[in-house]
């Protein structure tokens, strides 16, 4: 029975306070049964939290009693059991690292696509569709025609994206990510950038997974994520690790800790965790 709540949730606001917020937070989360990883920074807060629905409620409840955190974005998926094997909440320079000074997505960012209106953008003649995410992510599913940064950390993208000749131009871009913040950042960098057509997917692929039905999909493969289902596949279901491609080994295996991110464990940055 899945009776276990999975919540990805995330906002870039002013959190000028964000270390007195860490100790309180994580002790609330603990008396409700709630496990999993919260990052705050000074810009917002990012995490994927899973517990007893009643918990992760009370949790994302306590937050939203937050003025600034009213506009809190969350996706649910369930399971049949905990994902993490306890509660962290750390403090961070950003909650999703691209390392570039003066990119702000309470300024500026792209323009938000629905779920169900993403097909028609991405088949658009012209578009460029880039997948944000990382190379191991990539392996375990994508969308039709998108392309592969085949970067490690999200820190290489703009790195990429100035490497690319196709982009020169700077034609008309769809981009996306697992739940929509790494997304947030990116468009903000590329119209900073140059680039004017910049479009992402509202809510990432787990919003896509949930609002579009899989015999309209386009989406190919499963949606890797930073807990120990691994991934899930069109119906948010947890996979386990039933399938994992090579790119993807060197960062799963039966010591991987996600509650310390990917960076700790050998792989990617930590930042950069269920985004």
Partial sequence: ?????????????????????????????????????????????????CGPEAGVRAVLDHLRSDERLVQLSHKESWTHRHVFKRMKVRLKQEIVRLAVDGIDPNEVVGEYVKPEDWNALISEPGVIVIDTRNDYEYAFGTFDGAVNPETQSFREFPDWVHDQDNLKEKPKVAMFCTGGIRCEKAT??????????????????????????????????????????????????????????EEAKHIINEDTDYEKGPAENGASDADERKS
């Avoid at 896509?208 to 279901?237: A, N, T």
């Fill in 1 to 49: 029975m899945n009776d276990f709540l999975v919540a990805a949730l995330y906002l870039f606001t002013p959190l000028d306070n964000f270390e007195e917020m860490r100790d309180p937070l994580k002790a609330f989360c603990v008396t409700q049964d709630v496990r999993g990883s919260i990052l705050l920074a000074a810009e917002g807060i990012n995490g994927t939290i």
């Fill in 188 to 245: 903000a960098w590329m119209l900073k950038n140059g680039f004017d057509d910049v479009y992402h997917l509202e809510g990432g692929i787990l919003n896509y997974l949930e609002k579009v039905p899989e015999d309209k999909s386009l989406w190919k493969g499963e949606c890797f994520v930073f807990d120990d289902r691994i991934s899930v596949d069109h119906k948010l279901e947890p996979r386990w690790g039933a399938w994992v491609p």
